[in-house]
């Protein structure tokens, strides 16, 4: 069997293709423009730091290369990292040569002296709040032992201020040159999930008006795919909020951070009824071991419902406030409508019916969008 034959017999790609598709996966992520843009700024970092490196005064001068290695610790992307890290960087520094100069007392490096310093470095490293320290405290320690040599104080002193200088650097050039700001990720990444979580709701609503079990069956497996990208908006809300700190763009660009954060946690609510709702609809249909049932006769208005919300989530983002009044007026009559048809009717399966559990999860759903509304 050739490698073309055994793909598709085994459904699938073969693995040089899938190879090939994570391989060039990770390339196009190296290259976005973000990735690019702070490459420059820690190429321009480092190359200043080593620039001015020659001109520290004293011993400092002939250890210039560690002023770059300091404007690359710092680089971070944002400024307030880009300070954190640079801070807790030289903090760890100075607690590692620190270590080491205590240790002197014991002689020259040896066996027994090196395993010393690692094992209180790594002690140190425990401690809280150091951050980004924590690895360079065992580092130091080992170099100021192993390279300084003859001439610890020298090499400390030349040490920790080239990496101070090159830290400066780092922390100067990300404040400088055009300090990203994330507000537009956030923004987005809000936007796809709300409309993700109204096809979701549109595929379930076709899915209720054919003929089961339906042909279309793939929104039964977004569950998981939801939850995912539910926690990709928190990580875009919370880069885009640590991106305004410190930063001199924002008076230019200013956002309601807190009003991404509410509109998140609102989304995250509607995620969880939404897969509440594709469970639900997911195990009527399919699990053998599930006693529910949708009767036939609630099958098309609870899918008008489920369409209906639908509806509402996408006018958040497409359609102005009148218009979105409207459609969530006009869902919750549909969903009201139904629940009281539903109480009132008696059906003619002997099975309980689920039709009040996915009317409970798209009655919570609107209560949240209107809550949101009302707070704008």
Do not use: C
């Amino acid at each position: 069997m050739t490698t073309t034959d055994q793909a598709t017999h085994t459904g699938g790609p073969s693995l040089p293709r899938r190879l090939w598709r994570i391989v060039t996966g990770n390339v196009r992520s190296a290259l976005l423009w973000p990735r690019l843009q702070l490459a420059l700024k820690a190429g321009l970092a480092a190359g200043i730091a080593f620039a001015i490196a020659p001109f520290m005064p004293g011993s400092a001068a002939d250890y210039p290369y560690y002023a770059p290695l300091g404007a690359l610790v710092a680089m971070y992307e944002n400024v307030a990292g880009s300070m954190k890290q640079g801070v807790q960087t030289l903090a760890g520094l100075a607690i590692g040569v620190g270590l080491a100069f205590v240790l002197f007392i014991l002689g020259s490096p040896t066996p027994l002296t090196v395993g010393v310093v690692m094992a209180f470095g790594v002690v140190l490293a425990g401690l809280p709040k150091i951050g980004a320290g924590r690895d360079w405290i065992p580092t130091a320690a080992l170099l100021v032992l192993l390279v300084g040599g003859h001439n610890p104080d020298q090499f400390s002193f030349g040490y920790l201020l080239q990496m101070a200088a090159g830290v400066t650097v780092g922390i100067l050039v990300n404040l400088l040159v055009f300090p990203p700001l994330h507000f537009r990720a956030a923004e987005l990444s809000i936007a796809e999930l709300r409309l993700a979580l109204a096809q979701q709701l549109w595929d379930m609503a076709k899915a209720l008006k054919e003929s089961w079990p339906p042909e279309h069956e793939d929104w039964s497996q977004r569950s998981g795919a939801l939850e995912t990208s539910a926690r990709a908006v928190r990580v875009a809300v919370e880069k885009a909020d640590a991106s305004r700190r410190a930063n001199p763009r924002r008076r230019l660009h200013p956002r309601d951070i807190e009003l991404d954060y509410r509109n998140l946690r609102d989304l995250e609510r509607i995620t969880f009824h939404v897969q509440d709702v594709t469970q639900v609809l997911s195990d009527v249909i399919w699990a053998k071991d599930t006693p529910f049932v949708v009767p036939d006769e609630f099958a098309a208005p609870l899918a008008d419902s489920l369409a209906a919300v639908g509806h509402v989530l996408e006018s958040v983002e497409k359609s102005n406030p009148d218009r979105q009044s409207e459609l969530s007026e006009e869902a919750d009559a549909a969903v009201r409508g139904l629940t009281a048809r539903v109480g009132a009717e008696e059906t003619a399966t002997d099975a309980p019916s689920a039709v009040e559990s996915i009317l409970m999860s798209l009655h919570r759903m609107l209560r949240v969008v209107k809550n949101s509304a009302d707070r704008a």
